[in-house]
């Protein structure tokens, strides 16, 4: 990716997030913080492509995969809108079309920490040093 690109898709994450944050005021959003991880632009300015995570949603049972989805139809919904917005704010020749997706990758990372945490408490307690304090040393 070029630098210019990096430097559109950095723009664009941050406008969006404001956008999202203040002037989108539908209730169905209530439901969790949307938070913008990444965005892509395209090689011709043409697409965006947003990747975004809910916050206060777990990923474990459908319905919240649903809400999930919920919330990308709503998103995906209002990308007219937030494009409209989003070439009033940034001052470029086209403003890319909006395509938003759900990134799992918060998720995974909170699922594997859990997992490691639950392998470690299972295994016994040792000291700072990583002797165990259980054993004596005989000379």
């Known amino acids: 990716m070029s630098q210019r690109l990096q430097r559109m898709g950095d723009q664009v994450q941050r406008e969006?997030?404001?956008l999202i944050r203040m002037e989108l005021k539908d209730?169905?959003?209530g439901?969790?913080?949307v938070t913008i991880s990444g965005v892509k632009i395209s090689s011709d300015l043409g697409y965006g492509d947003v990747y975004v995570t809910v916050m206060g949603r777990e990923l474990n049972d459908d319905l919240t995969e649903q809400a999930h989805q919920e919330t990308l139809d709503l998103?995906?919904?209002a990308a007219g809108f937030l494009r409209q917005e989003l070439g009033r704010r940034i001052k470029t020749r086209f403003t890319p079309r909006l395509r938003f997706h759900?990134?799992?990758s918060t998720a995974h990372g909170n699922y594997m920490a859990d997992?490691?945490?639950k392998a470690v408490k299972d295994l016994p307690a040792e000291d700072s040093y990583g002797i165990d304090e259980n054993v004596t040393e005989q000379k």
Do not use: E, Q
């Open 16 to 18: 969006l997030s404001d």
């Open 27 to 29: 209730p169905r959003l």
């Open 31 to 33: 439901g969790g913080m």
């Open 75 to 77: 998103l995906n919904g």
């Open 102 to 104: 759900y990134d799992k």
């Open 115 to 117: 997992l490691i945490s």
